[in-house]
């Protein structure tokens, strides 16, 4: 589905603080076709520089192949934590239903489903906003600690960037680490590398994804030469995985370092 067929989809009531979600006889019949739709609803919300709106959601006709499921209830989820300050669902077909409540079994949250978008926008009128001022975010880390996480190898064309253990809480912390590294490839005099990045124990909070996605893409084109990452076991990467579908970006995700720098060396003899 293109951008110009989902956004009529995704409208934004502001004097109510409602985000109204159309998915309305849509079919997800893949991972990719879930993360194509979810990024362009984070990509819509970063837009109105408001993080927080109530979901007001129609699933009339919804249905979700199988092979699509993981996918929806993951990139809901982390909607749902980053921007919502309650989620109303309405109109749900009793599959989608029967699914959604199975997993607001597991997930322990109320699904809110209604039978009409009246009674759905009545329950969302009983919840109260939690919007405050506009956050303006104080830096979590100092320069010292992005420091130490980079290194260069430059007989190798490699840069070395440790993520390992690390959080992204919000965009701040997107920016400051991205930054930093675009000045310290400045500062070596060559603008292509090859990128070998460690995820594991890395955290990426669901308020830094969008940002992230964008400063990791834009560095990306401006100055790699080829980028493997590797993490073993890690959520960031399988959230990778899934936003690699609807990106056009290949992962390239490995288990260890070793296995990542035997791929750049095959990414060497292309380039060469």
Known sequence: MPF???????????????????????T?????????????????????GEDQWFFLVN??????DSSAWVAYARRG?????AHSMGSVRYDASPETAAQIKRAADTEAFDPNLFTNRADALSRLATLPSKRRARIRHD????????????RFDEAAELMDVDFSHFTFHHARDVDD????IETRIAGTGR????????????????????RYAYRGKRLNVAHSLGSVRYAPGSETAADIRLRAESQDFNPNLRNTRAEALERIAEMRETVS
């Not at 699933?59 to 979700?64: H, K, S, Y």
């Not at 989820?77 to 934590?81: F, G, S, V």
């Not at 680490?177 to 930093?180: E, I, W």
Request: charged content about 30%.
């Open 28 to 48: 997800f019949d893949s991972s990719a076709s879930v993360n194509r739709f979810y990024d362009r609803i984070e990509e819509r919300i970063s837009a109105t």
């Open 59 to 64: 699933l009339d006709g919804l249905r979700i």
């Open 191 to 210: 603008e292509k590398w090859f990128f070998v990045v460690n995820y594991e124990g890395c955290s990426i909070e669901p308020a830094a994804w969008v």
């Open 4 to 26: 110009s067929a989902i956004d009529p989809r995704i409208v934004f009531h502001a004097d109510r603080q409602i985000m109204e979600v159309d998915f309305s006889k849509v």
């Open 177 to 180: 680490f991205y930054d930093h």
């Open 139 to 150: 830096p979590s880390y100092t320069e010292a600690d992005f420091r130490r996480r980079i």
């Open 77 to 81: 989820r982390a909607l749902n934590m």
